[in-house]
Nanobody
């Protein structure tokens, strides 16, 4: 499975972005997908996940600002970011799990200016 993340960029505080993660090469085997982020000097942390059945989970810091969704027809998972804050600045990584292993995308940079 290959994961291709896109949609990052520079946005002002309060702005919005939509990140996309397109999966190829075995999407049918994936049990869940998600987004993690890593800010400079910090550890990678979970942002949100979605199962193949559509169940979602969010980190506490999301607080209703981010929404994860999936389009099975396009083998793509999205992360809608609204009300962005400077502390949301990070590289956002797409992640997926099959029954046997974990996959990571290359990351997309989100920069929020104050």
């Amino acid at each position: 499975v290959q994961l291709q993340a896109s949609g990052g960029g520079l946005v002002q505080a309060g702005g919005s972005l939509r990140l996309s993660c397109a999966a190829s090469g075995g999407f049918f085997s994936i049990n869940d997908m998600g987004w993690y982020r890593q800010a400079p000097g910090k550890q990678r942390e979970l942002v949100a996940t979605i199962t193949s059945g559509g169940s979602t989970k969010y980190a506490d810091f999301v607080k209703g600002r981010f929404t994860i969704s999936g389009d099975n027809a396009k083998n793509t998972v999205y992360l809608q970011l609204i009300s962005l804050k400077p502390e949301d600045t990070a590289v956002y990584y797409c992640n997926a799990h099959s029954a046997r292993r974990e996959y990571w995308g290359q990351g997309t940079l989100v920069t929020v200016s104050s």
